[in-house]
């Protein structure tokens, strides 16, 4: 299923490379037609729009998506765990889950980065790579939706990531993580203020991620139900 594979790739710093190769890439991916055409074509446009820009300028605008806050983050356990301890041995356990898969990671790469979760998810059988993605949908959906609001072409990917989870997303949540969400940071001071690990746990994810993740989740059970369920529950199975 090279669909979720290719959807991770497009989240990545931008080379160049997947651009150039966005004919093969759209072939791929209605060739597979896990995606509605509608989607696959959004992706089309995204190409075609990312492909005519300068890349220095595409690469720019990368880097102030996902790197320059923690609203739009795409490692995935900085949503859950934040900096707390529990976010360790959640690495070290979706590190071993990979390698079940033959997806051996280099020790500078963390294992809750979203395109290479995608990646793992490609290995996975179709029924089970829906349902994981699932339990990672509720974060995956706020992350799209923030983007959604501010224009981001990056969030279109995020809308055909979540048509292929088994799962909902949960509505009102959804709704209540954009309406609490922190603006984007303006100064330096604010985003050292955002990157700064909150002293409270909220115990909530969806509140975490609304609040750019100055809080963080040691031991939630709601809705993302730990992505390090895809861990562990795997591993058991």
Not at 105 to 111: A, K, N, Q, R, V
Not at 170 to 193: Q, V
Not at 210 to 233: F, I
Request: hydrophobic letters at 35%; charged letters at 30%.
């Amino acid at each position: 299923m090279k669909t979720f594979k290719l959807l991770g790739l497009l989240l990545t710093y931008p080379e160049g490379t997947i651009y150039s190769a966005s004919d093969e890439l759209l072939q791929t991916l209605r060739s597979e037609a896990l995606l509605p055409e509608k989607f696959i074509k959004k992706i089309e446009i995204f190409l075609t729009t990312q492909k005519a820009r300068d890349l220095i300028a595409v690469q720019e605008d990368y880097v102030e998506t996902f790197d320059r806050g923690r609203a739009h983050c795409l490692h995935l356990f900085e949503h859950i765990h934040g900096e707390s301890r529990d976010r360790g041995q959640a690495m070290v356990d979706l590190s071993e889950t990979y390698a079940t898969k033959g997806l051996h990671i280099d020790s500078g790469e963390l294992p809750d980065y979203l395109p290479l979760f995608m990646e793992y998810l490609s290995r996975c059988e179709p029924k089970d790579a829906t349902e994981l993605l699932g339990e990672a949908i509720d974060v995956i959906t706020v992350i799209g939706a923030k983007l959604k609001k501010r224009k981001s072409p990056y969030a279109d990917i995020f809308t055909s990531i979540e048509v292929l989870s088994a799962a909902k997303a949960d509505t009102e949540k959804i709704k209540t993580a954009l309406r609490e969400a922190h603006k984007d940071p303006e100064t330096l001071e604010e985003l050292d203020k955002q990157w700064k690990e909150a002293e409270v746990f909220t115990g909530d994810p969806l509140t975490d991620i609304a609040a750019d993740c100055n809080t963080c989740n040691a031991s939630s059970q709601d809705a993302m139900k730990e992505l390090n369920k895809v861990a562990r529950g795997k591993n058991e199975s």
